[in-house]
């Protein structure tokens, strides 16, 4: 009897343990049941995003500028309309695309690097070979162009603030030194052009001028328009003494036809016939006619004119040309300075690893669809 009293009961360990084990074994069935392709394309890659975005992921700081570039002008081809209006400016879009294309060319980023560190732009970006750093580097750059007010907007970002701001700094002023060389080579070719039509048209007309002095020297005249002006004048009065003396005949016939006088007016009337066909012929006919010397010499004349007229529009835009080499065609006016951001902007944790879920679900649910069709054609 008293052997019973003292037996130990039987311990509930041995069914608790059995209780952690049916617990366990219903995890394990769960688990079974999610499939491997899920935990292969949806759940591990969700992980390891996880990971790096909360663990590994550095902050980033983004520095915002905005920028216009202006050109002298009479109209105001942009929207930015009244303001640009009363200094006489515009925007121009080939223009500011000019400055886009340095931005992202591979000598900004030459540029960049005498001013800010690369490696807090671009990850170990001191080791890396330079074109693997240009590709870098356009990831880290950003520049738009808002046709609706002709403002440029450039985004720099970086891994430290100051870095962000003096990095998009030198962007510009880098690109405002492009719009200064551009001018520079602009106005100097506007000049060069210039001075090469000045040039031309000063030959020109000094071989304009070399034609009139040869045409006087060889037909030993100045001008043959105005002899024959004076031949004419000359014409003119031997007509009106060959009129005249025409008239005093007939009078004289008519009164006495038989008066000595007849004969000697008769000589008058025929040598003042003759000296107006020598006049005339000195006009018209004959190696030295002046109707084809009068040809040939305004022929000359109307070339120098037009010789001289372009001489001095030449001048003219010569010495517009070197009043506009001495002011800016092109100007890069900063709207907004760079900041200095003074908060890490990117990357956007929470959105990046939802949008790497949604990505991750979506390619494993198309990857079912495709595989159920699969299997089901195997089937029929």
Not at 46 to 72: D, I, M, Q
Not at 143 to 169: K, M, P, Q
């Amino acid at each position: 009897m008293s052997n019973r009293t003292s037996a130990s009961p039987t311990p509930r360990v041995t069914y608790l343990g059995n209780g952690g084990a049916a617990h366990a074994s219903k995890w394990r069935d769960l688990l079974k049941r999610i499939p491997t392709g899920f935990v292969l394309v949806v759940a591990i890659p969700t992980l390891v995003a996880a990971v790096y975005f909360l663990f590994f992921a550095k902050p980033v700081f983004v520095s915002e500028a905005k920028f216009v570039v202006r050109s002298h002008s009479d109209r105001t081809p942009s929207a930015l309309g009244v303001a640009l209006q009363s200094v006489g400016l515009s925007t121009s879009s080939s223009d500011a695309f000019m400055v886009h294309a340095y931005i992202k060319s591979r000598h900004a980023v030459t540029d960049v690097s005498r001013t800010v560190r690369l490696s807090e732009l671009v990850p170990d970006g001191s080791s890396m070979a330079k074109e693997d750093l240009y590709r870098a580097f356009q990831k880290q750059i950003t520049v738009g162009y808002d046709s609706t007010n002709g403002i440029s907007t450039l985004r720099v970002r970086a891994y430290d603030a100051e870095t962000a701001r003096a990095a998009a700094d030198a962007l510009l002023d880098s690109g405002e030194k492009v719009i200064n060389d551009l001018n520079v080579r602009s106005n100097a070719q506007a000049v060069h052009e210039a001075q090469e039509t000045l040039s031309l048209a000063e030959l020109e007309s000094a071989k304009a001028r070399s034609a009139i002095a040869n045409f006087r020297s060889a037909n030993r005249t100045i001008d043959p328009g105005r002899i024959a002006t004076e031949a004419s004048q000359v014409i003119g009065a031997l007509m009106t003494a060959l009129a005249e003396a025409r008239a005093e005949r007939a009078q004289l016939a008519s009164q006495a036809p038989a008066s000595p006088q007849l004969a000697t007016l008769d000589a008058k009337v025929s040598a003042i016939e003759s000296q107006i066909r020598i006049e005339r012929n000195k006009v018209v006919r004959g190696p030295d006619a002046l109707t084809p010397q009068i040809n040939a010499y305004e022929e000359l004349v109307l070339t120098r004119e037009i010789s001289e007229k372009a001489l001095t529009a030449a001048r003219a835009a010569y010495e517009e040309a070197k009043i506009d080499s001495r002011r800016q065609r092109l100007y890069l006016e900063r709207v907004v300075e760079p900041d200095r951001p003074d908060k890490a902007t990117l990357p956007r944790r929470g959105l990046s690893l939802l949008l790497t879920f949604l990505t991750c679900l979506m390619i494993y649910g198309i990857g079912t669809l495709i595989w159920s069709g699969v299997r089901e054609h195997r089937q029929v």
